[in-house]
């Protein structure tokens, strides 16, 4: 039977690098963001399936589910870098609600729509879920917060023969790490291979994460083979961490 898949922020980056890679296993994979047009984009002539939904939306959420997934992977996420002193509470709140509420909307009407045994729920969280960071004190505990209910979730759905891991990674090169890369060197005025360099610092490999590497580290969750790996946070940083 062929295994239906839903990639939350999918028309984009790591997501859209991961509803590529189950649909080339020959999945039925749908992908999801609040903007149709990267969704098209990203599922032009690939048969992804698009359904747009904001994961801050209770309802939208819900919609999503009106038959079962079996892989369920939870990637909308949102990131910008201040220290605690310039960050504004809106922002603060803005961040915890995509990043660690959007996670536990889409895992709880994953499970509400009746998630069968085999079942994998697959969030992507970030190695600031497993260390701190000055200048991302909202993603950080946005990030922290997702690690912690992956491990609760786990431990709720073993007996059913459902899996919830959560995917680590340091920075990838997508939209997210390219904005780093320009305020770094807006903000101490330097050329983009040193802002690289400085982005990548904590990376023994030096160099940023490839988007396939997330999704082929999602596709082996998701796999038979990773049937006990549960409530774990598997990290893809070369070291870091």
């Known amino acids: 039977m062929t295994r239906r898949v839903l990639v939350t922020g999918g028309g984009t980056g790591i997501g859209r690098a991961i509803a590529h890679a189950f649909a080339a296993q020959g ?23 698009i359904r747009p939904a904001d ?62 045994p085999g079942g994998r729920l697959i969030a992507i969280a970030s190695t600031a879920s497993l260390q701190g960071g000055a200048h991302i004190p909202a993603y950080a505990a946005s990030k922290h917060g997702v690690l912690g209910l992956v ?18 990674p340091g920075f990838v090169d997508t939209e997210l790490a390219q904005t780093a890369i320009n305020g770094l060197m807006e903000r101490h005025e330097i050329p983009r291979e040193k802002a690289l360099a400085m982005v990548v610092g904590g ?8 988007p396939e590497e997330v999704a082929a580290t999602a596709l082996f969750l998701a796999s038979e083979g990773a049937a006990s790996i549960n409530g774990h946070a598997m990290s893809v940083s070369g070291g870091e961490i």
Request: glycine letters at 8%.
């Open 55 to 116: 994961v801050t939306d209770e309802a939208q959420v819900e919609a999503l589910f009106d038959t079962p997934f079996d892989v369920v992977v939870a990637n909308a996420g949102i990131g910008a870098a201040a220290r605690i002193e310039d960050v504004e509470l809106a922002d603060w709140q803005q961040t915890l609600t995509v990043n660690m509420t959007g996670t536990f909307l889409t895992f709880r009407a994953a499970l509400r729509a009746g998630m069968q």
């Open 203 to 210: 990376n023994p490999m030096q160099r940023l994460i490839a």
């Open 27 to 49: 999945c039925q994979v749908a992908i999801s963001g609040r903007r149709r047009e990267p969704l098209e984009q990203a599922a032009a002539g690939t048969g992804l399936e």
């Open 151 to 168: 491990r609760s979730v786990a431990q709720g759905v073993a007996k059913r023969g459902i899996t919830c891991n959560a995917i680590c």
